[in-house]
């Protein structure tokens, strides 16, 4: 994003001219819009959090006491999904998982490592892509290739391990008839950290086979 904001300046300032004055002018109006587009985005974050609430309640989901209203968590998730860095890519990983149990703490703890495993399954689909663009780009054999993406395949597990505690962002239960307690969360991890765990596991799985020309291929294309 902030890439792309240079680009716009440096338009305006072609514009407007490179004198300091023209400059200071085109800083205000670049200020100005930025913050009415912030403004514009958090407006529609927050009617779809406030939209999907009521879709949650309906369905019988609640908070237990003391967290945040259902409105306050769907928000700040859904803010999470659509930061972007400087490079324009998601900052964030996110996943959901869902567990029923007898007791409320036991059903969070597993819908905490279903949400854990599918973001280590999200994680891996992003390296599948890494390695699908090294062999556009002739950095890895179409065999090379294939023996990193069976390595990733089977490491979710461990690449889910490795993320360690991931708190959730959204946490919602409801009492199903029988008792028992159906719990919601929702986690966000950061993409660069979750990408880091996954390279590291990888890794290490082909220090084992002492394959150092792959190894290096690897972290070239990584």
């Given at each position: 994003?902030?890439?792309?904001?240079?680009?716009?300046?440096?338009?305006?300032?072609?514009?407007?001219?490179?004198?300091?004055?023209?400059?200071?002018?085109?800083?205000?109006?670049?200020?100005?819009?930025?913050?009415?587009?912030?403004?514009?985005?958090?407006?529609?974050?927050?009617r779809d959090a406030r939209k999907g609430a009521r879709q949650?309640?309906?369905?019988?989901?609640?908070?237990?006491?003391?967290?945040?209203?259902?409105?306050?968590?769907?928000?700040?998730?859904?803010?999470?999904?659509?930061?972007?860095?400087?490079?324009?890519?998601?900052?964030?990983?996110?996943?959901?998982?869902?567990s029923i149990g007898e007791h409320y703490d036991a059903a969070?703890?597993?819908?905490?490592?279903?949400?854990?495993?599918?973001?280590?399954?999200?994680?891996?689909?992003?390296?599948?892509?890494?390695?699908?663009?090294?062999?556009?780009?002739?950095?890895?054999?179409?065999?090379?290739?294939?023996?990193?993406?069976?390595?990733?395949?089977?490491?979710?597990n461990r690449i889910s391990q490795r993320l360690g505690r991931?708190?959730?962002?959204?946490?919602?239960?409801?009492?199903?008839?029988?008792?028992?307690?159906?719990?919601?969360?929702?986690?966000?991890?950061?993409?660069?950290?979750?990408?880091?765990?996954?390279?590291?596991?990888?890794?290490?799985?082909?220090?084992?086979?002492?394959?150092?020309?792959?190894?290096?291929?690897?972290?070239?294309?990584?």
């Open positions: 994003m902030k890439k792309i904001l240079v680009l716009l300046l440096a338009a305006m300032a072609s514009i407007y001219g490179a004198d300091a004055q023209s400059q200071k002018k085109i800083a205000k109006e670049y200020r100005q819009f930025e913050k009415a587009a912030e403004n514009e985005l958090n407006s529609k974050v927050l949650y309640k309906r369905e019988g989901w609640q908070t237990i006491p003391g967290h945040l209203p259902i409105e306050r968590q769907l928000d700040d998730i859904y803010k999470m999904r659509r930061f972007r860095d400087e490079n324009l890519n998601f900052k964030y990983v996110t996943a959901e998982g869902v969070k703890m597993q819908a905490s490592e279903v949400a854990k495993l599918r973001l280590a399954g999200s994680i891996s689909e992003d390296v599948h892509a890494v390695i699908r663009n090294s062999i556009a780009n002739k950095q890895l054999t179409a065999g090379e290739a294939a023996s990193i993406t069976e390595i990733v395949s089977a490491s979710e991931v708190v959730p962002i959204v946490e919602l239960y409801r009492t199903l008839p029988n008792g028992n307690k159906e719990v919601l969360v929702m986690v966000a991890y950061s993409s660069e950290l979750a990408k880091e765990a996954a390279r590291q596991v990888v890794r290490e799985e082909l220090q084992k086979k002492a394959d150092k020309l792959l190894l290096e291929k690897f972290d070239g294309a990584f």
